[in-house]
Antibody, heavy 129, light 109 residues
Framework: QVQLQESGPGLVKPSQTLSLTCTVS??????????WSWIRQPAGKGLEWIGR???????NYNPSLKSRVTISVDTSKNQFSLKLSSVTAADTAVYYC?????????????????????WGQGTLVTVSS | QTVVTQEPSLTVSPGGTVTLTCASS?????????PNWFQQKPGQAPRALIY???NKHSWTPARFSGSLLGGKAALTLSGVQPEDEAEYYC?????????FGGGTKLTVL
């Protein structure tokens, strides 16, 4: 079964760049019809989608964060990463990495649809001087 | 800015049935938005329940079901258990962009 684990600094200074890595185990990051996503959740608030990457390098980003976000993938290490620049206190949150799968029916031809199915446990990043 | 709206809170009695909904600011939710539903308990990562409107993951209990209802995506819990008390989030796909709803706090009382 696939497992995801976030890692990176728990404290980042304002105006600096937040960098996190997600290590995927239990399967190759480049096999199958998968996007690899980042999602965050400020304390006591809801989930916010940050963006995702396909193993080809194709990306989609939240329009409200797009100017500050870069998601990349390293298939040799079975990892993908998040960089968020010019952070402020508003970026303080638990950051999750997740797998976004495209499911097909039993024939393998009919697309049932996408699903964010597996999540990491999350890592708290605090922005403070 | 696209907004996905859920009921902030709902209360249900044990053994009862409750329906949570998920609306889009762009209009009626259709199957093409591939609605997903998640359950999150305090201190835990979200757990996927439903994808593509009504499809269950292998681990999803049978009492959870998804549908489209009155232009919204819907999650119905039948025979609610005390352990179903949690926050529930929906998610819609707008092409390559994903938007989460604000969440529904479900209380089992």
């Amino acid at each position: 079964q696939v497992q995801l684990q976030e890692s990176g600094p728990g404290l980042v200074k304002p105006s600096q760049t937040l960098s996190l890595t997600c290590t995927v185990s239990g399967g190759s990051i480049s096999s199958g019809s998968y996007y690899w996503s980042w999602i965050r959740q400020p304390a006591g608030k809801g989930l916010e989608w940050i963006g995702r990457i396909y193993t080809s390098g194709s990306t989609n980003y939240n329009p409200s964060l797009k100017s500050r976000v870069t998601i990349s993938v390293d298939t040799s290490k079975n990892q993908f990463s998040l960089k968020l620049s010019s952070v402020t206190a508003a970026d303080t949150a638990v950051y999750y990495c997740a797998r976004d799968s495209y499911y097909y029916d039993s024939s393998g031809y009919y697309l049932l649809g996408p699903a964010i199915d597996y999540w990491g446990q999350g890592t708290l990043v605090t922005v403070s001087s | 800015q696209t907004v996905v709206t859920q009921e902030p809170s709902l209360t249900v009695s044990p053994g009862g049935t409750v329906t949570l909904t998920c609306a889009s600011s762009t209009g009626a939710v259709t199957s093409g938005y591939y609605p997903n539903w998640f359950q999150q308990k305090p201190g835990q990562a979200p757990r996927a329940l439903i994808y593509s409107t009504s499809n269950k993951h292998s681990w999803t209990p049978a009492r959870f079901s998804g549908s489209l209802l009155g232009g919204k995506a819907a999650l119905t819990l039948s025979g609610v258990q005390p352990e179903d008390e949690a926050e529930y989030y929906c998610l819609l796909y707008y092409g390559g962009v994903v938007v989460f709803g604000g969440g529904t706090k479900l209380t089992v009382l």
